[in-house]
């Protein structure tokens, strides 16, 4: 019965932790934009090149600890 609740724990935690990484993949970048838009001058190359990979590279980590949460949750004993 605590092994169950050990891995019920892990599951939350990574699901939390994609959770964490998909928000603040979307909020960060669309407050970038927001800022950029708000003072009337287009986002440069490079700062469009950011922000595309923060949501990439937050896109991913949600995506594998989300992975690893349904993969963890699947070890429940009946």
């Known amino acids: 019965m605590a092994r ?3 891995i019920k724990l892990r599951a ?3 699901n939390n932790i994609a959770v964490g990484a998909f928000t603040t993949g979307l909020i960060v970048p669309f407050l970038t934009l927001a800022h950029s838009t708000a003072d009337g001058s287009p ?3 490079r700062e469009l090149v950011t922000v595309v990979f923060v ?3 937050a896109g991913g980590i949600a995506f594998f600890a989300r992975y ?3 993969k963890t949750i699947s070890k429940l004993e009946d």
């Open 4 to 6: 169950n609740e050990d």
């Open 12 to 14: 939350t935690y990574f």
């Open 55 to 57: 949501i990439l590279l």
């Open 68 to 70: 690893k949460a349904s």
């Open 43 to 45: 986002l440069n190359l």
